[in-house]
């Protein structure tokens, strides 16, 4: 079980928006840890995709934004389009009295209708 | 642009030592400016953090994988490495190695992001 609970997946049709969820605790997200995102394609490696909580890499589309507030977070895609059926993943990071460490959500499939 | 490239030998015995290497090109791991992690994700499954190590040798590993990890690097190669003692086939896993973006706060290292990736290795446990 992930320490970031998202939604194992969701859909929208071309053109729609989706919003994926991950929701944290008080020892990583609520603790005012950043949070970021990741694409994964089929079969290849994670994509840096959001950074810092909203923040694009040079690169990504401005139809993906990323936003945080207390232990929860969501990465949302506006004008979807068929290349953006993937797996998307939040990561943050966690300190509590086992130790600090990085920790990720579960991922999310996004199927594209 | 800076590249990573993981190696290994693709199938390991159960109770033996996993061992992968990381080649970093077009950056240094020397670089003062990050650290280097090493990430897995068993098939089909999602991704776990398994630890970093900077230029000077400084580590810091999941605390569910401490007992039996080891990450070093080595700067004359420009390469980082990873060992992970007494596998089993929950080990069986895509192994990715990452630059690692973090912040220090008062002396203490909080990791942020993760990029570039290396494009992966599959490690099989079975005898």
């Known amino acids: 079980q992930s320490v970031l609970t998202q939604p194992p997946s969701v859909s929208g049709a071309p053109g729609q928006r989706v919003t994926i969820s991950c929701t944290g605790s008080?020892?990583?997200?609520?603790?005012?840890?950043?949070v970021h995102w990741y694409q994964q394609l089929p079969g290849t490696a994670p994509k840096f995709l959001i950074y810092?909580?909203?923040n694009r890499p040079s690169g990504v589309p401005d139809r993906f934004s990323g936003s945080k507030s207390g232990t929860s977070a969501s990465l949302a895609i506006t004008g979807l389009q068929a290349e953006d059926e993937a797996d998307y993943y939040c990561q943050s990071y966690d300190s509590s009295l086992s130790g600090s460490h990085v920790v990720f959500g579960g991922g999310t499939k996004l199927t594209v209708l | 642009q800076v590249q990573l490239q993981e190696s290994g030998p693709g199938l390991v015995k159960p109770s033996e030592t996993l061992s992968l290497t990381c080649t970093v090109s077009?950056?240094?791991?020397?670089?003062?400016?990050?650290?280097w992690s090493w990430i897995r994700q068993p098939p089909g499954k999602g991704l776990e953090w398994i630890g970093y190590?900077?230029?000077?040798?400084?580590?810091n590993y999941n605390p569910s994988l401490k007992s039996r990890v080891t990450i070093s690097v080595d700067t004359s190669k420009n390469q980082f490495s990873l060992k992970l003692s007494s596998v089993t086939a929950a080990d069986t896993a895509v192994y990715y190695c990452a630059r690692t973006q973090v912040t220090t706060i008062f002396g203490v290292v909080v990791v942020d992001w993760f990029h570039p990736w290396g494009q992966g290795t599959l490690l099989i446990v079975s005898s």
């Open positions: 810092a909580n909203s």
């Open positions: 008080s020892s990583n997200l609520g603790a005012g840890y950043d």
């Open positions: 190590v900077y230029y000077n040798g400084v580590t």
């Open positions: 077009g950056g240094s791991v020397s670089s003062g400016n990050y650290y």
